[in-house]
């Protein structure tokens, strides 16, 4: 996508790609990239995926409220529309959860890990004690993230591992839907004209690839015997 330079988009990207490339360089991530996945591991990033796309929508719907009183009305038709396109894909998620052999139910009804739990607890607290607008960074940085990654990581799994495409529903549909998003995203963030609100996302973002990055390190590596020749 080509952006003006001086656009605050770019300048986003700009700021944060430091942590962005913290994140990608998270060993799973690369080894994934290399093909050395697993069952377990892939199954292990779904639980994690399930545990935050589920507050996705409620994280939408408080950023919204919180935003109502503000001068960013002029957000709410684009909240809108986010929330009716997220609704139901952590669903997604438990399908291609089933399609892989793994206990839905338990993943319904269990824990998230500790670094996706803390993750979520951030964006919450974004919105209720800082400026609800720094919810765009977390917004950026998964997004921006599947983009990049997920329909490449989606193809290295699936051709190693020989699942069925019924379990990729989430890898390549975000992959795929974000790339339309980071475009209209970017139109969004290049209407913010505060300086404080910019910083926000900015600062947010940043946060927001630290905490994403660490919910990759607490992921299971592939072990020898479980990665395919």
């Known amino acids: 996508m080509n952006l003006p330079t001086d656009s605050f988009f770019a300048q986003l990207v700009r700021d944060t790609a430091a942590d962005r490339a ?60 986010y929330v009716e396109e997220e609704q139901g894909h952590d669903e997604w998620i438990l399908d291609d959860l089933a399609a892989c052999g793994a206990d839905v139910h338990a993943v319904r009804h269990g824990r998230p890990g500790h670094a996706t739990e803390v993750m979520v607890a951030y964006a919450y607290d974004t919105i209720a004690r800082g400026n609800p607008l720094g919810f765009f960074g ?22 190693r591992l020989a699942l069925p495409d019924a379990a990729f529903s989430y890898l390549r549909s975000h ?33 927001f690839y630290r905490l994403y990055g660490n919910v990759f390190r607490s992921l299971p590596l592939p072990q020898p015997d479980e990665v395919p020749a």
């Open 22 to 81: 913290g994140l990608v360089a998270a060993p799973i991530i690369q080894g994934c990239l290399a093909g050395r996945v697993s069952r377990p591991s892939y199954v292990a990033f779904l639980t994690e995926a399930y545990h935050h796309v589920r507050h996705t929508v409620p994280l939408l719907r408080a950023c919204r409220t919180a935003l109502a009183p503000r001068r960013a009305a002029w957000l709410d038709e684009a909240l809108d529309e």
């Open 138 to 159: 977390m917004v950026h940085v998964l997004e921006g993230t599947s983009v990049a990654l997920a329909l490449q990581a989606a193809d290295q799994i699936q051709a």
């Open 175 to 207: 992959g795929t839907l974000d790339r339309e998003h980071t475009a209209h995203f970017a139109l969004l963030m290049d209407q913010l004209d505060d300086p404080a609100d910019r910083a926000a996302v900015v600062h947010a973002a940043r946060a």
